[in-house]
């Protein structure tokens, strides 16, 4: 009976330590897959770096564009604006109005 006791024992300890061996590897695997996630986070975190910047300088031009057309919509209402002054100008002038 000892024995059997003894035998069952052993069988439990060798079951532990391969257990133990599958944990370790277990946790070697996930190591591995934390490591690999956080490079391939990294990686598109620059990836949104690089867009955001490249959004960045195209929203600048944007704004440089809006601008330019900005000033010659400005410059065309005051010609505009000038250019029937002076209409009016001459009319009068001339007795029309």
Do not use: P
Not at 23 to 34: A, G, P, R, T, V
């Amino acid at each position: 009976m000892e024995s059997q006791v003894l035998q069952a024992v052993k069988e439990l300890l060798y079951e532990v330590r391969e257990m133990r061996g599958e944990i370790e590897n277990l946790k070697q695997e996930m190591q591995s897959f934390k490591q690999e996630m956080r490079a391939e986070m990294e990686s598109f975190k620059q990836e949104i770096r690089e867009e955001v910047k490249e959004l960045h300088v195209r929203i600048g031009k944007l704004e440089t564009k809006v601008d330019k057309l900005h000033d010659k919509f400005e410059l065309h209402a005051q010609k505009q604006w000038q250019t029937e002054a002076d209409v009016y100008r001459l009319k009068k002038l001339i007795g029309i109005e």
